[in-house]
């Protein structure tokens, strides 16, 4: 059985930084992506970031870029998102999400999910 658990969110002020950390189980790093997704209040839930060893590529949201880094531990089966200069648009709550394959933009494609992480960012 697939399972992730998000961790690592809090409240921060604007500049600030997190470190977000998915522990997985029940699926092999290299025949999955991982994923980072986000949902603000009001807003639809959107992909900030994934990973994928299938094919080697990471993928970051125009929003995040040059800001976070996503990155994964195969020996502690873990996937973090380390978000540094955070923004009060970052405020929402933070889910992990593998899907078998390749890495998607589309949050309805992850058929696995974990509990989100709430991370809030003071002005």
């Known amino acids: 059985e697939v399972q992730l658990q998000a961790s690592g969110g809090g409240l921060v002020q604007t500049g600030g930084y997190l470190r977000l950390s998915c522990a997985v189980s029940g699926l092999t790093f290299d025949d999955y992506a991982i994923a980072w997704l986000r949902q603000a209040p009001g807003k639809e839930r959107e992909v900030v970031s994934c990973i994928s060893r299938s094919d080697n590529t990471r993928y970051y949201s125009d929003s995040v870029k040059g800001r976070f880094t996503i990155s994964d531990d195969n020996a502690k089966n873990t996937v973090a998102l380390q978000m540094n200069s955070l923004k009060p648009e970052d405020t929402a709550v933070y889910y992990c999400?593998?899907?078998?394959?390749?890495?998607?933009?589309?949050?309805?494609?992850?058929?696995?999910w974990g509990q989100g992480t709430l991370v809030t960012v003071s002005s």
């Open positions: 999400a593998a899907n078998p394959g390749l890495s998607t933009l589309s949050p309805p494609e992850y058929p696995y």
